[in-house]
């Protein structure tokens, strides 16, 4: 008698256990996350991350090729649609199918993560498109994507969650790239301050230096070439002979030392943005944002000048 009373509460108690796991996984099972940018990088980590925790991903993906590897590493419940930020109506395609999808319960999670680096280099070898080129994609389809989204986002009280980065808080370099992040650093914190109101919380994340196809020396050292080859031969002797090589040889070294490969430091931030019940207003993902970026931009600029010059020069 007493071994079928052990029994029992043995069985009940697992059947509790069993109930406790499952709801915990039934947790996020209803959230829609819609992210930009998931070919590759942070976006196509926390696309997979969020689908294994139950949520309901929507992956926007550049590429086909890109959206048919997420669909095969990823379940059933993750949908993937071709999304290129700088065309409004692709955008406007994206949220039409969103809006199908999450029905009367809205959208819970925007990350804005989609990005370019490149023209990235010296000021003087930009021409006007080529800060266009970054804005464009950076900053202008953020807006645009958030804008578009707004009337879902408000149905669920949901979150934003914008990719800026230390380099929208230091300038380290010329060309479009600083300008775009300052700028999503400033758009996220009038879009918080509006949408508080309506119970959207917005996030931005700060990374430092990551190994992806942003930091890829190879795809900036190519397109520096290109900038320089373009320049009038006076401008060229202006900065010597030697610049282009000593430039791409510091910045090589540099990258390779800064650049972390653990890029789950970054998704852990998006994620905690997306599931904490007090999402932070700003995340500095990684050591080096910060215990070393964001502490010094906010040091007066003779400093942070003196400190870039000397990391520059080598
Ligand atoms: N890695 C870092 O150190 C670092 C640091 C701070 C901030 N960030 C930011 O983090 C975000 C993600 O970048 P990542 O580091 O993961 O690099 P990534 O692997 O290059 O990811 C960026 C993704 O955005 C896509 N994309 C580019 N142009 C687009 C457009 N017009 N429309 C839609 N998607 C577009 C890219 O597609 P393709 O690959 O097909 O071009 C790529 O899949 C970016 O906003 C970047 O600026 C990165
Ligand atoms: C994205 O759209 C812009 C403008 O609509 C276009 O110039 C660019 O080639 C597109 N990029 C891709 C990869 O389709």
Redesign the pocket.
């Given at each position: 008698h007493a071994s079928a009373i052990s029994c029992f509460s043995q069985s009940a108690l697992q059947s509790v256990l069993w109930l406790f796991i499952y709801l915990f996984f039934l947790r996020w099972n209803q959230k829609h996350v819609f992210i930009?940018?998931?070919?590759?990088?942070?976006?196509?980590?926390l696309a997979r991350q969020l689908d294994q925790k139950g949520f309901r991903v929507i992956a926007?993906?550049?590429?086909e090729k890109?959206a048919a590897d997420l669909a095969a590493a990823t379940s059933p419940r993750l949908k993937t649609l071709l999304?290129?930020?700088?065309?409004s109506a692709?955008i406007r395609s994206v949220v039409e199918f969103v809006r199908r999808e999450v029905g009367e319960r809205g959208l819970w999670g925007l990350v804005?993560?989609?990005?370019?680096?490149v023209p990235i280099g010296p000021t003087e070898w930009m021409q006007l498109e080529d800060f266009a080129k970054v804005l464009?994609?950076?900053l202008i389809?953020v807006i645009d994507v958030t804008l578009q989204f707004l009337p879902l986002l408000k149905k669920a009280k949901g979150r934003v969650v914008n990719?800026?980065?230390?380099?929208g808080r230091l300038s380290l370099t010329g060309g479009g790239?600083c300008l775009?992040?300052w700028g999503v650093e400033a758009f996220s914190d009038s879009l918080r301050r509006d949408m508080q109101h309506f119970g959207i919380k917005v996030s931005i994340?700060?990374?430092?230096?990551?190994?992806?196809?942003?930091?890829?020396v190879d795809l900036i050292n190519a397109d520096l070439k290109r900038l320089w080859a373009r320049l009038p031969q006076d401008v060229k002797d202006s900065y010597g002979a030697t610049y282009l090589d000593d430039y791409i040889r510091m910045q090589g070294f540099s990258m390779n030392i800064l650049?972390s490969p653990d890029?789950s430091k970054?998704t852990w931030c998006m994620e905690h943005a997306l599931t904490a019940q007090h999402p932070r207003t700003r995340y500095g993902?990684g050591w080096d944002a910060k215990f070393f970026w964001i502490p010094l931009s906010y040091l007066p600029s003779f400093v942070s000048d003196f400190v870039v010059n000397v990391l520059a020069k080598g």
């Open positions: 930009t940018g998931c070919d590759s990088g942070f976006g196509n980590l926007g993906c550049l590429t890109g999304l290129n930020v700088t065309d692709s804005n993560n989609a990005g370019r680096s464009d994609v950076n389809g990719v800026a980065s230390i380099l790239y775009s992040k994340i700060e990374p430092g230096f990551f190994k992806t196809g942003v930091t890829s650049c890029i970054v993902a």
